[in-house]
């Protein structure tokens, strides 16, 4: 089994700025899409942003000019760069990849645990 490790959440006033990280916990073949959502309290889950794996990346318009998604792919990871930051940022960020263990697999999504980012105002 595997689990996808997020990192980088935390407390911050806004105008600030994050960087989230994410990456599987054990050695995979790779990974196609991997992405960023986030959940708000009375709220669904919505997407923030995703990168394929070549590159082409996808936000939401409300993050649009202030986060920028990337990842590594020798690494498997993908990091999440948030500046000027908002109170309404304030959310569980969960990461989310589309695994592939075998070179015959197409892939497999897993969703990681979650990491709380809050925005003071």
């Known amino acids: 089994q595997v689990q996808l490790v997020e990192s980088g959440g935390g407390l911050v006033q806004a105008g600030g700025s994050l960087r989230l990280s994410c990456a599987p916990s054990?050695?995979?073949?790779?990974?196609?899409?991997m992405g960023w959502y986030r959940q708000a309290p009375g709220n669904q889950r919505e997407l923030v942003a995703t990168?394929?794996?070549?590159?082409?990346?996808n936000y939401a318009e409300s993050v649009k000019g202030r986060f920028t998604i990337s990842r590594d792919n020798a690494k498997n990871t993908v990091y999440l760069q948030m500046n000027s930051l908002k109170p309404e940022d304030t959310a569980v960020y969960y990461c989310?990849?589309?695994?592939?263990?075998?070179?015959?697999?197409?892939?497999?999504?897993?969703w990681g645990q979650g990491t709380q980012v809050t925005v003071s105002s």
């Open positions: 989310n990849a589309d695994i592939r263990f075998r070179i015959v697999d197409s892939g497999r999504n897993y």
């Open positions: 054990r050695s995979v073949f790779s990974i196609n899409a």
């Open positions: 990168i394929a794996s070549g590159g082409t990346t």
